[in-house]
């Protein structure tokens, strides 16, 4: 479970998040829904220790990121929005690669990456080089790295960009999931179809703030629109905030 309350962070003039209070509960998916430079990538970066926060307090499973961050690795699982993988590496190496820093013996990461390779459909490219790798394929990999030491919280940043229509319903699928599994999952995106389809509750950010939290049928009556997008769009106060 994680716990957000009054997280603050500037980037020189620029107050990128201000005052963001949310919970992301397990056996959940929380999305985080935005436009573009909303504050979301931000948030997800303070979670997993990447960025410490001005100010404010965040709670992941009992630890702090600010003074638990190693701890804290080993219980959470974070898809990047860069995915950041070894291009030299083929995808097993960089699966390995990642278990082996989270301490995990030799025959537990191979039994861990035989059941990606199964459940992620990965066989055909699993002793490949990622360097020429497809989005899909990119995708998948930072998944099952991110999930190698099974993690009971799952940050995800956009993961379904430039992903095709196969690949997005493998990734809703496998979300769904580590959901039923009890994991808390985060994710953030500002695909409308995937808030629908996948998430519990919804954050909504717009310039650093929290414009809306709550369920879809929540927003839904707060908003009095028929539509997640719709409802979206007049939450956040404005329709340019789409193509920011």
Do not use: W
Not at 51 to 69: F, K, N
Not at 76 to 88: F, S, T
Not at 112 to 125: G, K, P, T, Y
């Amino acid at each position: 479970m994680i716990k957000v309350t009054n997280l603050h962070k500037s980037f020189g003039e620029v107050k990128a998040v201000q005052g963001i209070s949310f919970e992301a509960r397990d056996g959940e998916v929380t999305g985080l829904l935005g436009p573009n430079g909303a504050g979301k990538t931000t948030t997800l970066r303070m979670l997993y220790s990447l960025l410490p926060p001005d100010s404010g307090e965040i709670r992941i499973d009992d630890l702090d990121p600010t003074r638990d961050a190693m701890a804290i690795k080993d219980t959470i699982g974070v898809v990047p929005d860069n995915r950041g993988l070894y291009a030299r590496m083929t995808a097993r190496e960089n699966i390995h690669y990642y278990g082996e820093l989270h301490g995990m013996a030799d025959q537990d990461i191979r039994k861990r990456i035989e059941e990606f390779v199964e459940r992620l459909s990965m066989a055909d490219f699993i002793d490949r080089r990622a360097g020429g790798f497809s989005q899909g394929q990119r995708v998948k990999v930072a998944i099952a790295r991110a999930m190698v030491h099974d993690p009971q919280t799952v940050l995800m940043d956009e993961p379904s960009n430039g992903l095709d229509v196969m690949s997005t319903r493998e990734l809703r699928k496998y979300i769904l999931d580590l959901k039923s599994a009890g994991r808390s999952v985060v994710l953030s995106t500002h695909i409308m179809q995937e808030v629908t389809a996948l998430c519990d509750r919804i954050v909504i950010i717009a310039a650093g703030k929290i414009a809306a939290d709550g369920t879809a049928a929540e927003l839904l009556q707060q908003s009095r629109c028929a539509t997640i997008e719709d409802a979206f769009v007049k939450l956040i106060g404005t329709d340019e905030g789409l193509l920011a």
